[in-house]
């Protein structure tokens, strides 16, 4: 990646990560965590109780500031893309120009007032009325966004009528281009490592602010996914043009969190800050992002343990330190399958496919691939769905391995309890993960009727940690893709998610020897399909 800011430590860097296990802690802001970190036990002294009674009167002025000017956004948005034409993505070899032309669909998903145009560089030699267009478009536009632009003349067309816009920032391109965020120039004594050489004595505020933001985005670029480059847009949209409700961990809280958490936490802060792992944790979750999810769910799961659940479970579940409500999301509207077998869905059925080869095999079914860059990726993924012993219960456990930050490979284990939705083929699963609630929305898309490939679709929020998501995962009895005949049935049904095929992330299923499997005692599984030697057929 030729974007000038370097990227940030190993811990950033891309790794696998599972079907739905939403981070719990990606909501904690860093405030939370340097105030951990720095404060001693004296954190329960009375010198900083009246240094916080002192502080409340001008936080709440903060507050009220804040939520007058979140209350001047309803402007559209206006981004212009330029992409190098004929350049290929490391998104499966897809062209960039595809890449960008999603993306902003998707931006669409979170407010339809984020409108980005998509055009190839291609426009500067053309005798149309394009370049005018173009120019026209850059004129209004509050953000440029540059990929795989190095041809010279397309470099001297941007810099000659770019001048005008307060945010641009180029990926994979020319570096005779410069990235400008808020109006401001970031410079560099070399180019393309904005970190490690910044001019020095600069003392700017505003500087050091873009200085972060572009951090940020680089390195979510950097992971190559659909995701963190819609990502990237919204975090300059959120720092510059309006606030991003999805976003909104961004912003910090003040002293009324570090109130909130000494006021009710003071010991599972204690405990955790005693615990090397619990410590550990913290640490690493601080030098991310608040909502990049990818960093923070590996800190999490490389570091679990009792004092991290006990304090995630004070600070945010049960007390809402961060003051922050995610909703899920409500797009895109993904329609469940309506037949299996020749047969209308019913909840039964649709329970009997999550159920899938369990029985024959000790698994319901293994993820082949999956969208979502945070929860898609871990390897060796095993998902268990079965009926409890309670009437009408239902359950789903994924068992999946982590090689965490000290590179030691250690298999995880979850619980959703599962409930039928309003429509046969849907369903909500909530977990509570590390401490924090999650809830999802899952929607069973399509099954081959030989169950040898499957295709699930969720929603999901971390309500208390400020995090919503959406994702996708390819499911299959063996871990194998589908077969070739199956391909258009499977495109069919990833467009109906909103989703292509060149989004989706290989799950690695080498290397699985000694899964924790098994289910609890007095559990069931079919009770419409039988599954006998790896052929299935309805009862009914």
Same mark, same amino acid.
């Given at each position: 990646m030729n974007v000038n800011v370097a990227p940030s430590p190993s811990i950033n860097s891309p790794a696998p990560f599972p079907v739905n296990r939403r981070s719990s802690f990606a909501g904690l802001p860093n405030l939370i965590l340097l105030r951990c970190r720095k404060t001693k036990v004296s954190i329960f002294s009375s010198s900083l109780d009246r240094k916080i009674r002192a502080t409340r009167s001008i936080v709440a002025a903060a507050a009220v500031e804040m939520k007058e000017a979140e209350k001047k956004t309803s402007n559209p948005v206006r981004i212009v893309s330029i992409v190098g034409e004929d350049s290929v993505s490391p998104l499966s070899s897809a062209p960039w120009l595809d890449v960008m032309l999603h993306t902003a669909e998707r931006l669409k998903w979170v407010d339809e007032e984020f409108e980005m145009i998509v055009f190839s560089d291609n426009f500067i030699n053309s005798q149309d009325e394009t370049v005018n267009r173009v120019g026209n478009e850059l004129d209004r536009a509050d953000i440029l966004v540059l990929v795989a632009v190095s041809k010279e003349g397309s470099?001297?067309?941007?810099?000659?009528?770019?001048?005008?816009?307060?945010?641009?920032?180029?990926?994979?391109?020319?570096?005779?281009?410069?990235?400008?965020?808020?109006?401001?120039?970031i410079e560099t004594e070399k180019r393309g490592d904005i970190f490690s050489s910044l001019l020095p004595f600069s003392q700017s505020k505003k500087l050091n602010e873009s200085v972060e933001i572009a951090r940020t985005v680089s390195e979510a670029w950097e992971r190559h996914n659909s995701d963190d480059m819609r990502f990237c847009l919204l975090v300059i949209i959120n720092a510059y043009i309006t606030p991003v409700s999805t976003l909104q961990n961004l912003r910090a809280k003040g002293f009324s969190t570090l109130?909130?958490?000494?006021?009710?936490?003071?010991?599972?802060?204690?405990?955790c800050l005693l615990d090397p792992n619990c410590r550990k944790a913290l640490q690493c979750l601080n030098q991310c992002s608040p909502v990049d999810q990818v960093c923070n769910y590996r800190c999490i799961a490389s570091y679990e343990s009792q004092y991290l659940e006990e304090f995630s479970l004070c600070v945010l579940q049960k007390n809402n330190c961060l003051e922050l409500d995610a909703k899920i999301p409500e797009k895109p509207h993904v329609p469940p399958m309506t037949e299996f077998r020749g047969e209308i869905l019913s909840s039964e059925i649709a329970e009997d496919i999550f159920v899938g080869w369990l029985g024959t095999l000790n698994w319901s079914w293994r993820v082949v691939a999956g969208q979502n860059p945070a929860y898609d990726q871990f390897p060796c993924q095993y998902q268990l769905y079965y009926r409890g012993k309670a009437r009408g219960s239902f359950w789903y456990e994924p068992v999946f391995q982590v090689r965490t930050l000290e590179d030691n490979l250690v298999w995880r284990r979850r619980k959703y309890r599962v409930k039928r939705g309003k429509v046969p083929g849907t369903f909500q699963f909530s977990v509570l993960d590390n401490g924090v609630v999650s809830i999802e929305s899952w929607?069973? @898309?399509? +099954? %081959?009727? *030989?169950?040898?490939?499957?295709?699930?679709?969720?929603?999901?929020?971390?309500?208390? $940690?400020?995090?919503?998501?959406?994702?996708? @995962?390819? +499911? %299959?009895? *063996?871990?194998?893709?589908?077969?070739?005949?199956?391909?258009?049935?499977?495109?069919? $049904?990833?467009?109906?998610?909103?989703?292509?095929?060149?989004?989706?992330?290989?799950?690695?299923?080498?290397?699985?020897?000694?899964?924790?499997l098994g289910l609890p005692e007095g559990s069931s599984l079919h009770s419409k399909i039988e599954v006998q030697e790896g052929r299935t057929h309805s009862s009914v």
């Open positions: 470099v001297n067309w941007i810099q000659t009528n770019s001048q005008n816009v307060s945010n641009i920032i180029w990926f994979d391109s020319s570096s005779a281009l410069r990235n400008k965020l808020g109006g401001i120039l109130n909130c958490m000494v006021t009710n936490c003071g010991p599972q802060i204690l405990n929607t069973i @898309v399509d +099954v %081959s009727d *030989d169950l040898s490939w499957g295709l699930f679709h969720y929603h999901g929020a971390a309500r208390v $940690a400020g995090q919503s998501y959406t994702g996708a @995962v390819l +499911v %299959s009895p *063996d871990g194998q893709y589908p077969a070739e005949r199956e391909k258009d049935r499977l495109i069919s $049904a990833l467009d109906r998610c909103g989703i292509k095929e060149w989004e989706l992330f290989n799950v690695d299923n080498c290397s699985c020897e000694g899964p924790p």
